[in-house]
């Protein structure tokens, strides 16, 4: 099971920047896809972002050109940058880990989030 940690969370006014981190441990880290994920009080959780073993990422729509995912296979982290941020981005954001993905499901293993809150 690989153990995650997430970190960079806070807040930030509209039209901010924040970066968050992930810090991975467990199993080889190289060989799972890891993503971003968020889940606002009292909405579904949903996918932000991913990035697969070869470094393939893919964004949701309401992200897409705002936030950029990329990974350290030597450090074994995941990081998110948020730019332009906006009050609809304001959640608990989490950090998974998965080696059957498809898309945003297959997802497993989970850190314990990190809050971003976002004032206009």
């Known amino acids: 099971q690989m153990q995650l940690v997430e970190s960079g969370g806070g807040s930030v006014q509209s039209g901010g920047s924040l970066r968050l981190s992930c810090a991975a441990s467990?199993?080889?880290?190289?060989?799972?896809?890891m993503g971003w994920f968020r889940q606002a009080p009292g909405k579904e959780r949903e996918g932000v972002a991913i990035?697969?073993?070869?470094?393939?990422?893919e964004y949701a729509p309401s992200v897409q050109g705002r936030f950029t995912i990329s990974r350290d296979n030597v450090k074994n982290t995941v990081d998110l940058q948020m730019n332009n941020l906006t009050p609809e981005d304001t959640s608990m954001y989490y950090c998974?880990?998965?080696?059957?993905?498809?898309?945003?499901?297959?997802?497993?293993?989970w850190g314990q989030g990190t809050q971003v809150t976002v004032s206009s």
């Open positions: 998974a880990s998965g080696q059957q993905t498809s898309g945003f499901d297959g997802f497993n293993d």
């Open positions: 467990g199993y080889t880290y190289s060989s799972y896809c």
């Open positions: 990035i697969d073993i070869d470094g393939v990422r």
